[in-house]
Structures are given as C-alpha cells and as structure tokens.
C-alpha cells in the first residue's frame, strides 16, 4: 500500500513539473512576442512621429534656390530642366514659395552663399558631401540638394519627398521628357516618326497658336536659340529657352527668364511684334517669316537698313534672298557713310547662318513630326 502511495506522488510530481515546464515555455514565448511587438511598435511610431515632424516643414517659407548642374546647350543632357520640374514640384507639395536661379559659375560659390544665406539651397552633382557647414540630401538621379547645416526637419523632408517622388509615376514621366535625344537633323536621317518633339511642346504649341504660327517652326527657333537647355545663356545677358535679353524682357513685363513659360511668353510676343512690322510691308506671307528671323538675330533697324541698301542696290527689298546678296557690302565703312546706314557697318553672316538654320531645323521637325 505504502509502494503504492509512493508511486502515485512521483507520477503526481512529473505531472506537476512537466506542466510547469509548459508553462514556463509559453511565458518564454509570449514575453518574447510582446518583446518584439513593443520593439516594431516604437520603431512604427518614430517613423511616423519624423513623418509628421516634418509635413509642411518649408510651409509658407521662401526659399531661394540655385541649380548648379552646368549643363547648357552645348551638352546632350537637360539637367536643369528637369531639376527645374522637380524643384517646382517639391514647392507644391510642401506649399512654400521657391526663387529658382542658374548657378552662373562654380558650384562652390554657391555653397559658399548656402553658408552667408544668400541662396537657401542648391541642387549639384553627387560628389563629395562631407563638406563642412553644409548639409546634403540623399542622392537620386546623380544629384543632392544642398542646405545649411542646421535643422534637421528640413534635411528629413526634402529626403521624404525625394524618396517618395523619384519612384512615381510623375518622376517617370518627368524623366522621360528630359533624357530624349531630341536633335531633329539625326531623327530625320533615320526615318524616325514621333509626335514628340521638345520636352516643351504644350508650351510651344500654346503660344505658337497664340501667333498663328505652325509649333514647329517655333520648335525650330527654340531649338537653334538653347537647344532647349533652359540653363543656355550668352555673354551679351540674352537667357533661357529663346535667348531672350533682360530688357525685352522686361519691355513684356516678364521677370523670369528661367522659367520655361515666361521665356517662351517674351520671345513669341517679341516675334509677334516683328511680325506685326512686316505684315503692310509688301513682303509676302512666306517671306515674312524669313524677315521675322531675321529680324529677331539682328534688330528690326539693321534688318531696316538692309532693305534700304538692298534698294538703293535695285534688289528686291520684299525677298530675303536678295537681302542676302546685300548684306556682304554692308561690313564696308564706306558703303555705311555712302546710304546713311543708321546702324552702321554690318557682318551679316551670322544673321544669314541663323536664319537658314532655323528653317533647316522647321525641314527636319516636318520630316520627324508630320502634320
């Protein structure tokens, strides 16, 4: 009986430590889920509290900023074009107000005017980013934005909206108009077909319609004036997609010449101006526009004084080619004393060049892009 009774309470006590073992294992387990959940729970909610930290950390702000991409009309790509679009872009959504600039010069004396606070940003080529005082974004597409080190906040939301934005389908389509190759002449010889011409062609069809003009030959003087490289500048002051100088732009009330629109605005409302000139002048309709280009390289008054040397020389002063026969006797000092050329002596081979490259580029649009 005894056996018996000592049988039972060892067989009692396994059953008690194997259900204590049981237990031990699922506290083991939900301590460690309860562990983990209160790990990812924080992490989530970080991410969320830097989330809204840093919506609308720009918000109201004006911000003042360079790109410092060098590209031109020279170069293949269009890099400040589309930093241009992105930049904008980033305004919108964080409802600030953006002043964009070209970086006229070294990207490093921009990032000297980051330091005085001049310039509140600047978008470069990722190079090296651990320069001192300054304070980089990630990198996307080879480029960062550069700040002034200081707030965080701004640094997180610029990185934010880049990482949500260069995986878009806006950023896609963005990128997609600005990495085309887009020289008509190549196009043309390949017997390519596009309805696609510039990464501007709503703007251009819009105020080519605005003049009555075919958007291809505005397309063809864009693309002789920048290439369409927003960024293209000469050394006389003339900017941007059509070359416009700062006092015709300031004649058409229009303040920035980096902006695609307002720079197609005063270069077609100053070619409607010249156009309006030769409407009643006797020169035919197909020979107006030659004179428009001609006039819009060199001035209406040196296109003025060569049709009254042309004249005085018995050619015909409504067509341009005979203009063209001219223009060589106009560089001679005496022929200027002689007629009373009011602009004086005048090379005009660079306005003939302009004027036949301009309609070859219009040739090859034709040919790329038919009606």
């Known amino acids: 009986m005894v056996s018996l009774n000592c049988k039972k309470k060892v067989r009692n006590e396994k059953v008690s430590k194997t259900a204590d073992a049981k237990k031990n294992v699922v506290l083991k387990y939900i301590t460690a889920t309860m562990a983990i959940f209160c790990i990812a729970t924080f992490q989530q909610r970080a991410i969320v509290m830097d989330a809204l930290d840093s919506i609308d950390t720009f918000s109201g702000d004006s911000i003042r900023c360079a790109i410092a991409l060098e590209d031109d009309m020279y170069s293949k790509s269009l890099e400040t074009g589309m930093s241009y679009e992105v930049l904008r872009e980033f305004a919108k959504a964080d409802n600030c107000r953006m002043t964009i600039v070209p970086a006229r010069g070294n990207a490093e004396d921009y990032l000297d005017s980051l330091r005085t606070g001049s310039i509140d940003m600047v978008v470069l080529p990722y190079k090296d980013t651990s320069i001192s005082g300054i304070s980089f974004s990630r990198e996307y597409d080879g480029k960062v934005w550069a700040l002034k080190s200081g ?10 909206w880049l990482s949500h934005f260069s ?205």
């Not at 707030?151 to 934010?160: F, G, M």
């Not at 416009?244 to 920035?256: F, K, N, R």
């Open 151 to 160: 707030k965080l906040s701004h640094i997180r939301e610029i990185n934010l």
């Open 167 to 371: 995986s878009s389908e806006e950023y896609d389509r963005l990128e997609s108009r600005f990495s085309r190759y887009y020289n008509p002449h190549t196009k043309a010889e390949k017997g390519m077909r596009t309805g696609t011409i510039s990464p501007y062609d709503s703007l251009i069809k819009k105020y080519a319609s605005n003049m009555g003009w075919d958007w291809r030959m505005l397309a063809a003087v864009i693309y002789q004036e920048s290439r369409f490289s927003i960024n293209s500048f000469s050394s006389r002051g003339a900017a941007g997609l059509m070359q416009v100088m700062p006092s015709t732009a300031e004649h058409y009330e229009v303040s920035d010449l980096l902006d695609p629109e307002q720079n197609i605005m005063a270069g077609t409302s100053h070619l409607a101006r010249l156009q309006r000139m030769f409407r009643n002048s006797g020169i035919s309709q197909e020979e107006q526009i030659k004179f428009v280009l001609a006039a819009y390289n060199a001035g209406e008054g040196r296109i003025a004084d060569c049709r009254t040397f042309a004249k005085a020389l018995s050619l015909d002063d409504t067509r341009w080619d005979e203009i063209v026969k001219a223009i060589p006797e106009m560089s001679n000092p005496e022929t200027v004393m002689e007629h009373g050329l009011k602009f004086g002596k005048f090379n005009g081979k660079e306005t003939v060049s302009y004027v036949d490259s301009v309609l070859s580029h219009y040739e090859a649009f034709c040919t790329i892009c038919p009606a």
